[in-house]
């Protein structure tokens, strides 16, 4: 026993000249509890109350539109409807704790809608959007439809519900939608209320812990709701290279576009730390007192080039993509190009478990 | 060669081995519970559309959901009754089956933990390990025998020593010993553990730990099987197992290995125990030698077989070039535990050569995400992942796809970079025991 641990010793002391000695004794040290401070106070959750001050805005101009059916009216609709959109954007990424109970993602943004089943529900007059098989004739990307109608003129949607045979069926079923976007975005603004301090509280790097949270959010945001959803499906790219032209967010309201930008934006902004022209604490911090410097400059890079690069997209979307393919790919590949230093080297420099999935290691 | 023989056929108490019978079953009918209760059945073998099989087993399909919920039933109580020693003969065939068959379903769910408990359980279908302190004995009498010839609990030591040695022979390389990685990688973020957590945050305590848990894992099999040395040995294998229990994601495995090793204690330690059932189980000093039959012999001999495999397997790796932990060939079945930190992103490219037309695979849509995360870092699951989509746009009518992949991996902390050639044609390459020459070398 003795022997071994002289050996152990003699080993631990002879290695010390095989590696650079500057990373002896080096102390990891981060300020964790400030970093989910600056998150959670300065972004999450004055984004989620500014979605929510656009979501009553909506829902006032929706009640105001349903007792005056007038063209300004159906206008300032469209206006606060846009709006609190471009706002959920800065929300989506945070599917985790209240929202995820809410399940705000599934409830408020699955696109393409169904427009055939829209059809059935206005003229039907009865809808539960609660069931499951009313996923694609809810939230946004309905009230869009609704709001806009397929390449129709102003007119004639203020006509539909003014006029047409189901015309008080279409103002209730726009009032339904709003007022389920209303409850759930009053719900979850709540629950940050309490939530906040958990968020603050629950340090450590494992599954449940607010870094693995948020750090598995953004990658799944950023893969499959970002890059896919917004961008790679729509341009035939994640779908069997056919160009899905109409399965753009916002087609009818043709603002895509503007929406991804938002959304790419506030994705930089989250990982920067960043709130105003305030640069706080985030995971670019983490990363450089990590010993994860180059790979803080690779993500830096990727997301100012993929900011850049959406830049150069013009609305409508739908029309870009079929006019000029080739830029939509460009941006696309630029968009690809986060997800490596993201979902692969940071995790694995700051030791957060990658897995939307609990299961057991070696 | 004949004292060899007369050596381990001399006669040994049959407590250590009934003992271990019990609490191995008994864990392991926890560790189903467990499984169970976290709702792994249907996230690991009713949820996904696609399983990755292991070369030659192919055959082997998951049963549906409630086949699957069948199956498991059906091993918790064999581990159960493995546990009780009641119809063990059954209990213990048909646990050893049912587990291994619900390994062989998806190598993503492969752990080493698991080779281990099919291992053991295959080892016990040949022990006798029911014919003291069990229910059988209390039920057939004539079962009962309290010396059993020396190897048969030598076996179970010998596997479980062989478990330390090699994941000890494992470490003995230069990412381990002479960077600390992974470890350097891994402590730091557990900081927020009480007491020693804000000791993580050094490097150096990467290293001790890293050589620590090396000479540890090298000679705890022998300090083990000393008895002066033994019950300090053993005070380390609770410290050792509890803190990387509380250190990593790995499940029932250390609690599991804590009550193993005490099969290494000798017959008094265990019959002390025993002793306490004393009434139940008609437990007398009366010694009864299990008959030697001429299958002993037959048995012993194949188990020498079945070492010498073992003892063989973790060695394969040395057939093939390049840097293991990148290449992954031979790196299963060999105690490689805990070794590496790994982390990887595979685009599959497709193109179909009659329509001209490109795009990417959404992973996600075929694969679970920790199905995803084990195929992004193993060349031999992106292969059949290639041949699957492959055989899927077949059927749907594109006979000729193109499919490449480029994979982006990560090695403890390195920065990433491509592990497959992306300019291979994945349908084009079969898999093999030949050196895969579309795994693009690590360069350092």
Redesign the interface.
């Known amino acids: ?1 003795r022997a ?1 641990l002289g ?2 010793i003699v ?2 002391l002879s ?1 010390s000249s ?2 650079d000695p500057s ?7 981060f300020d964790l509890t400030g970093m989910l401070s600056n998150v959670g106070d300065n972004i999450i959750v004055p984004s989620y109350q500014n979605f929510k001050s656009t979501v009553d805005i909506l829902s006032d101009a929706a009640n105001t539109f349903n007792n005056n059916p007038t063209m300004p009216n159906l206008l300032s609709v469209r206006v606060a409807f846009k709006n609190a959109y471009i706002n959920w954007q800065k929300c989506d990424v945070f599917e985790f704790g209240p929202a995820m109970d809410n399940a705000l993602r599934a409830n408020f943004n699955v696109y393409p809608c169904d427009t055939s089943k829209i059809t059935t529900n206005v003229s039907s007059g009865s809808i539960n959007i609660d069931v499951l098989s009313n996923s694609d004739a809810k939230g946004f990307p309905t009230i869009d439809f609704l709001l806009y109608g397929d390449n129709q003129s102003d007119a004639y949607i203020l006509l539909t519900f003014t006029k047409n045979t189901y015309a008080a069926n279409k103002k209730q079923y726009l009032l339904a939608l709003i007022s389920a976007i209303k409850t759930k975005t009053d719900a979850t603004v709540n629950a940050w209320g309490t939530y906040i301090s958990t968020f603050k509280t629950s ?4 599954v449940g812990s607010s870094v693995g949270l948020l750090v598995n959010a953004m990658n799944s945001y950023d ?2 709701y970002l890059r ?1 959803g917004k961008v ?1 499906i729509p341009a ?7 160009a899905l032209p109409r399965q753009t967010e916002a087609f009818y309201g043709k603002f895509s576009t503007e929406l991804l930008n938002t959304s790419l934006q506030s994705f930089q902004n989250l990982y920067l730390g960043k709130y105003g022209s305030t640069n706080g604490l985030g995971l670019d911090d983490h990363l450089v007192a ?2 994860g410097a ?2 803080d400059e690779n993500l830096r890079n990727y997301l100012a080039d993929a900011v850049t690069a959406c830049n150069t997209l013009s609305d409508p979307l739908s029309q870009h993509i079929i006019n000029n393919q080739a830029s939509v790919e460009a941006v696309y590949s630029k968009l ?1 190009k986060v ?3 993201l ?3 940071m ?16 | 060669m004949n004292k060899f023989l007369a050596y381990i056929q001399k006669p040994a108490h049959i407590a250590p081995l009934a003992m271990f019978r019990v609490l191995f079953g008994g864990m392991m009918f926890f560790s189903i519970l467990r499984f169970a209760s ?1 709702g ?1 059945i249907y ?2 073998y009713i949820k996904p559309s696609y399983f990755f099989t292991y070369m030659g087993f192919s055959w082997v399909k998951p049963l549906g959901e409630f086949g699957m919920h069948v199956v498991f039933i059906a091993l918790a109580l064999s581990f159960l009754f493995v546990m009780l020693g009641y119809f063990y003969r059954i209990a213990s065939v048909s646990a050893f089956l049912l587990f291994t068959y619900v390994e062989l379903i998806d190598k993503s ?1 492969y ?3 698991y080779y281990f408990i099919s291992i053991v359980s295959f080892l016990m279908c040949f022990l006798p390990a029911h014919r003291y302190f069990s229910f059988d004995v209390w039920r057939k009498p004539s079962l009962k025998v309290s010396h059993v010839p020396f190897w048969m609990t030598a076996v179970i030591k010998l596997q479980l020593g062989m478990v330390y040695f090699f994941a000890g022979v494992a470490k003995i390389n230069h990412d381990w ?3 600390a990685m992974p470890l350097r ?2 402590l ?3 900081q ?1 553990m009480p007491i020693i957590g804000s000791l993580f ?4 305590v990467a ?2 730990f890293s ?2 848990g090396c ?1 540890y894992d090298l ?1 705890i099999p022998f300090f083990l099987c000393f008895k002066k ?1 033994r019950t300090w040995a053993y005070v380390f294998v609770i410290l050792f197992h509890v803190l990387t229990g509380m250190l ?6 250390p609690y599991i290995m804590i009550v193993s090793t005490l099969v290494f204690f000798n017959a008094d330690f265990h019959l002390k125990i025993i002793s306490s059932f004393n009434k139940l189980f008609r437990i007398n000093s009366i010694e009864i030698y299990l008959p030697l039959e001429g299958k002993h012999s037959i048995l012993r001999n194949f188990l020498l077989l079945f070492f010498s495999i073992q003892i063989v397997l973790p060695f394969r790796y040395a057939a093939y070039s390049g840097k293991l932990f990148w290449h992954e060939e031979g790196y299963r079945f060999s105690w490689r ?2 070794l590496m ?5 595979a ?1 599959f490219k ?1 193109k ?1 050569k009659d ?1 001209g ?6 992973n ?1 849509d075929f694969l ?3 199905q995803e ?1 084990m195929m992004s870092t193993q060349p031999d699951m992106i292969l059949q992942f290639a041949h699957f989509l492959a055989e899927k746009y077949h059927k749907s009518g594109m006979p000729h796809v193109e499919i490449k992949v480029e994979c ?3 090695l403890n ?1 390195s ?2 970079r491509l592990l497959i050639n992306p300019e291979v044609d994945l349908t084009k390459v079969n898999e093999s025991f030949k050196k895969r020459d579309w795994v693009l070398p690590f360069e350092e």
């Open positions: 026993m071994l050996i152990f080993a631990l290695c095989c590696t990373k002896k004794l080096d102390e990891k040290e340090l450590g790097y494992s893969e499959r896919d790679g035939g790219i994640r779908s069997l290279g056919v990590y010993d180059a790979i690809q997800i490596i230093p979902k692969v080297d995790p694995s420099k700051l030791g957060i478990l990658i897995s939307y999935q609990d299961n057991d290691g070696d | 976290k792994w996230d690991l769910n752990l080493n933990h010993l002479f960077n990688l891994w730091p973020p557990r927020d945050t050094y490097s150096w290293y001790f050589w620590f000479i000679t040395t990593f994601y790995i499940g029932m495995f535990v805990m930190e790994k982390g990887g992103y685009i497709v179909d329509s037309r490109s795009w990417e695979v959404r996600y679970t995400p920790v995360k982006y991996v990560t902390g920065p990433s």
